[in-house]
């Protein structure tokens, strides 16, 4: 059996956060007639909070590495690049040589930031352009890097490809559990776990009033106490807020500060709305409704995922958290 | 695969049905049926960007709004243009546009045909949602203004980060020379501080903008002052592509010819007397086709390079300087003329020349760099005192409430506004290879031209080549279509010096047409209807080539040919290797 049918049949999906099935990515940049193709393995890991591609390259290096080398050789891709988070450049990129040996795979170091995760923006900066995400479609595995069929996957999913390449894969994924926690750290866990699972069988479910980011530490959707029976989504993150301790203003101000930072500047709304939303923040009396509006216009209308990130976060909050007026509005 | 083609997509749009071809995108549809979608970074010029998220709509079955202008059409699909979900969105993100743009609009020289005035505008009067341009404090205040020689004002803080300016200075022309800075709401477009990058004042960027932020800097305060200077004889000239562009801005269809209009309104406006620059034209051919056929007898400094385009000329002179010596030394149509207006005319009027102030209207933002060069000067005299662009030109007309729609047309003044057709096509690229080869043929075999028109060299390619037979030469003549194709031709002179003899490059697509100070909107299509209205007008006229301008002759006989220090200084000019701009910051 070839590693496509093995993909298919563990049904394996991007451990990224988009949750797209693999298998399918890898057929399409297979079946393009060109004759160079590229592998690139995502390791920008730029959400706060997040850690589990970390916990990959502390703990499962070989085997990403070996994930890689698996495509590569089954797609007979020209060339391979693993692009890494500056940190994790720095600090892990003389061991991944070592298991990289003789293969056609490149380090890149990340210099583009948040935004660079984001896979047509970091194909972007591959070509030594500015990073900013493309029009979609074509998509990377038909039109790629340089125009070529690129298969872009993200770390923990080329482990888990050498992992059902050996038949030892077990269909757990790795969750981050961050927060205000007893016990935060990267857990593998069943890959269908839901929230609440997940904090219970990590002892980490609060006993205080609290509320979780899933997802991500500044994208991830805020979910409430009694909502917590679904499954885990995006990056596979937890994070747990004290209700009482947690100040919701600085909450806001903290992602849009860095949503701020990272936004390439693309579009409007992410350009403009999020400088607004920031500057509406640091007025005493802050216009919740106005602030709700950009959101919407975020979510509906932003060019890529950063900035519909930025909207999950802050609508989710809104409405799972936030008590309302009698009018429906939300109070801070 | 024919039939794939031809085969329709059936959409709904706003519950009425349509057809598209696939591979339409739901604006191109939209805009085939008349159905209004506000759009501002859009341009058939360009690649699609999707910046400014302004022409979203709502697709059936998806749970977010597209935007139109980067979605396909697929079978069956459902749009709505004016939901009320995409008038919510559409009215937040121009507040949030306006509020990156600080409004200047009563001095801007594009009020009145700015399209984020427009969208503000339509919004205002029939929106689901009232759009409120000043629901946030304008951010960009404090930007500074930047100037591109005496060409190119750069207003920062109207600049609402669409990137068409920097899409076209890269892409369409390869100069590279705007670029994007920083991220998030700190982008910002800066001029380049490589040494290896300068502003060929090509003005491209200026039509590309949707706001205004980058324009030409504006001559209107001194020309306005010259006009009601008492003592000053104001004259007026026009280039060859202002009459076929510039009716657009009064609602006329594009390629309109209004020739007799501009002379009229010109006279509206307080000058005195309106020449052609038609006429000037002519000239230049003359004086280019002699030294051609010089040159082709000497076999030296070949290929001859065409220099009327002044942004062309500053190219090579930045980026390859080691062909200065192919450029003909022939001067610029207008330079020609406003060299003959101050000497010949002035001399035959018993006017001094220091009370005569000479005005081009112009497509081109180059040509207000072109009339300081110090050699250009004619007896110590600036042969041209002040450019307006066409649309400078427009917004005089506007400002005075003068309708050129309705404005009687009159003749030019005597006798500076005879031409001949040769003279009418320079505002097409390959008009001017193509009047300098009906007068070069007629030069070197001494026999009539009976087939005038060289289509060959006509038309939008990017690269045009001919050879023509001119006795027993066979003539290589090459044309190029804007400026990245300049490049392309000298990089196969690079490999082969023999390759052409003759070649004519403008830096605009489509030639002075499509030029940087035309009206806006350009594309494509308007650039060819303008063009074929030049070979419209040339193809009416009776005397089609220059040399057989009688105004031409006249001059050379009574006046040109008795001074021949004077005439070489008013016909001829010379180059230099072009330096970078040491601050492009303005004070102004």
């Known amino acids: ?332 | 695969m024919q039939n794939l083609k031809l085969r329709k997509l059936k959409i709904t749009i706003n519950g009425k049905k349509y057809q598209g071809s696939p591979g339409k995108t739901i604006l191109e549809v939209c805009q085939e049926n008349d159905i209004f979608i506000p759009t501002l970074c859009y341009h058939p010029d360009l690649e699609v960007k999707a910046n400014c998220r302004v022409c979203v709509v709502e697709v059936k079955g998806r749970n977010k709004l597209c935007t139109a202008c980067s979605t396909e059409i697929e079978d069956g699909m459902e749009v709505l243009t004016d939901s009320e979900k995409v008038e919510k969105v559409r009215k937040i993100n121009l507040e949030l546009i306006f509020a990156a743009h600080v409004e200047k609009c009563p001095t801007c020289v594009r009020d009145g045909e700015c399209l984020l005035q427009d969208l503000m505008r339509a919004y205002e009067e029939k929106g689901i949602y009232k759009v409120r341009s000043n629901r946030f404090e304008d951010r960009k205040k404090t930007w500074p203004n930047f100037q591109f020689g005496p060409s190119i004002f750069f207003d920062s803080s109207k600049c609402i980060d669409c990137g068409n300016c920097v899409e076209v200075c890269d892409k369409v022309q390869k100069i590279k020379f705007l670029e994007v800075e920083g991220k998030g709401y700190r982008t910002r477009i800066l001029p380049s501080s490589s040494k290896m990058r300068e502003c060929i004042y090509c003005g491209q960027c200026a039509v590309h903008c949707p706001v205004g932020a980058i324009q030409e800097q504006s001559s209107i305060d001194d020309v306005k002052r010259a006009i009601l200077d008492r003592k000053k004889i104001v004259i007026a000239q026009i280039a060859p592509s202002i009459r076929v562009s510039i009716g657009e801005d009064f609602g006329m269809s594009y390629g309109k010819v209004v020739t007799e209009k501009v002379y009229a309104a010109l006279r509206m406006l307080g000058f005195d007397k309106v020449f052609d620059v038609n006429l000037g034209a002519d000239f230049t051919t003359v004086v280019e086709a002699e030294e051609l056929a010089e040159r082709l007898q000497k076999g030296k400094d070949l290929p001859m390079l065409t220099s009327c385009c002044p942004a062309w000329v500053r190219y090579l002179e930045f980026y390859f300087p080691w062909y200065i010596s192919h450029l003909t030394t022939a001067r610029s149509p207008h330079i020609h003329l406003g060299g003959v207006i101050k000497t010949y005319y002035a001399e035959k009027e018993k006017i001094d020349p220091e009370n005569l102030v000479v005005i081009s209207i112009m497509p081109c933002t180059a040509k207000k760099f072109e009339i300081c060069r110090e050699e250009l000067k004619v007896n110590n005299m600036q042969v041209v005192d002040y450019v307006l662009t066409n649309r400078e030109f427009a917004s005089m007309l506007r400002e005075r409430k003068i309708d050129l729609k309705k404005v009687k047309g009159e003749k030019a003044d005597n006798p500076l506004g005879v031409y001949s057709g040769a003279g009418a096509i320079y505002g097409a690229s390959g008009g001017v290879m193509e009047s300098a080869l009906r007068t070069v043929y007629e030069k070197i075999t001494r026999k009539t031209l009976l087939r005038l028109d060289f289509k060959n060299v006509r038309g939008v390619k990017g690269i045009k080549e001919a050879t023509v037979k001119i006795g027993k030469k066979a003539l290589k003549v090459a044309v190029a279509n804007g400026i990245k194709n300049a490049k392309e031709i000298l990089d196969r002179l690079h490999k082969d010096p023999k390759l052409y003899d003759y070649i004519e490059v403008m830096a605009c697509p489509g030639g002075c047409i499509g030029g940087g100070g035309q009206p806006i909107p350009v594309t494509k299509e308007i650039r060819k209807k303008r063009a074929q209205a030049l070979y419209t007008i040339d193809s009416r006229l009776k005397v089609r080539k220059a040399h057989e301008n009688p105004i031409v002759k006249k001059v050379f006989k009574e006046f040109l040919d008795r001074n021949k220090k004077l005439a070489h200084e008013i016909l001829h000019t010379t180059y230099q290797r072009a330096e970078k701009q040491k601050d492009y910051t303005s004070y102004l």
Not at chain 1, 25 to 54: F, H, L, M, Q, T
Not at chain 1, 177 to 202: C, F, H, M, Q, S
Not at chain 1, 262 to 286: A, M
Request: hydrophobic letters at 35%; charged letters at 30%.
């Open chain 1, 1 to 332: 059996m070839d590693i496509l049918k093995k993909l298919e049949k563990e049904k394996l999906t991007g451990r990224g956060g988009a949750d797209f099935p693999t298998h399918l990515k890898w057929k399409i940049v297979n079946k393009a007639k060109d004759k160079d193709k590229y592998v690139i393995c995502n390791v920008s890991e730029g959400e706060p909070d997040v850690e589990k591609d970390r916990f990959v390259l502390e703990n499962y290096q070989k085997e990403m590495v070996s994930g890689i080398k698996i495509a590569i050789d089954f797609l007979e891709a020209k060339e391979g690049f693993i692009y890494l988070r500056n940190d994790y450049y720095s600090k892990f990129s003389l061991q991944l040589k070592y298991w990289i040996s003789d293969y056609p795979i490149k380090l890149v170091r990340e210099e583009a930031g948040y935004i660079g995760g984001e896979e047509t923006a970091l194909i972007e900066f591959l070509e030594g352009k500015r990073a900013e995400p493309r029009v979609r479609p074509p998509f990377p595995p038909t039109c790629g890097l340089f125009g070529k069929p690129t298969l872009i996957n993200n770390a923990e999913t080329f482990y888990c490809v050498d992992l059902i390449n050996r038949g030892i894969f077990k269909h757990t994924r790795l969750y981050t559990i961050n927060g205000d926690v007893e016990n935060p750290g990267v857990y593998g866990l069943d890959e269908d776990v839901t929230v609440k699972d997940a904090l219970k069988e990590t002892k980490n479910l609060p006993k205080r009033k609290f509320f979780v980011q899933v997802g991500g530490g500044a994208a991830g959707e805020v979910l409430g106490k009694n909502q917590l029976n679904v499954k885990v989504c995006g990056s596979g993150a937890i994070i747990v807020y004290d209700a009482r301790k947690t100040d919701i203003k600085s909450l806001l101000k903290k992602w849009i500060e860095f949503f701020m930072k990272e936004s390439c500047g693309k579009c409007v709304p992410c350009r403009e709305g999020i400088f607004r939303i920031y500057e509406l923040l640091q007025k005493p009396n802050t216009d919740l409704k106005l602030i709700s509006d950009i959101v919407y216009s975020l979510e509906q209308s932003s060019f890529c995922g950063l900035g519909r990130g930025c909207a999950l976060s802050i609508s989710s909050l809104f409405v799972n958290v936030l008590r309302k007026s009698k009018a429906g509005e939300v109070i801070l």
